[in-house]
């Protein structure tokens, strides 16, 4: 490794330049994804079935855990602790690895995504 011998300040500012290039380039997952645009399955496949699969337990087709998985919906006694507004928070906000929704849709949109995606998985198992 390189021996900068450069004073505090300037190294302070060359780490934080570093950082705030990192911060760019790592970006906001959600934000090549398009708004939603009322369709909630055609948005589900498309924006948050990456994460959490299409039939909402964060595995592929073959049953393979994704890469970044999201949380399971049909694990029922997991997803039904939280309630709606719960739902409805972290899909706006994000949490965790889950990006936030905030600029791609309303919080109705998140309402009808919880009540008519997220509830239902959690119901059939």
């Not at 300037?10 to 939603?36: E, N």
């Not at 909630?40 to 699969?53: F, L």
């Amino acid at each position: 490794m390189a021996n900068l011998n450069l004073p505090p300040r300037r190294l302070s500012l060359l780490l934080s330049m570093l950082l705030a290039g990192s911060a760019l380039v790592a970006g906001d997952p959600a934000k090549d994804l398009p708004k939603f645009d009322g369709d909630i399955q055609k948005y589900w496949a498309n924006a948050c079935a990456r994460c959490h699969g299409v039939n909402g337990n964060g595995r592929d087709n073959n049953g393979t855990p994704l890469p970044d998985a999201g949380f399971d919906f049909t694990d029922s006694r997991k997803a039904n602790r939280k309630k709606d507004a719960d739902w409805v928070k972290v899909t706006l906000q994000g949490k965790d690895k889950m990006p936030a929704f905030k600029d791609k849709m309303s919080e109705a949109d998140a309402q009808r995504f919880v009540t008519e995606i997220l509830r239902k998985f959690a119901a059939r198992h």
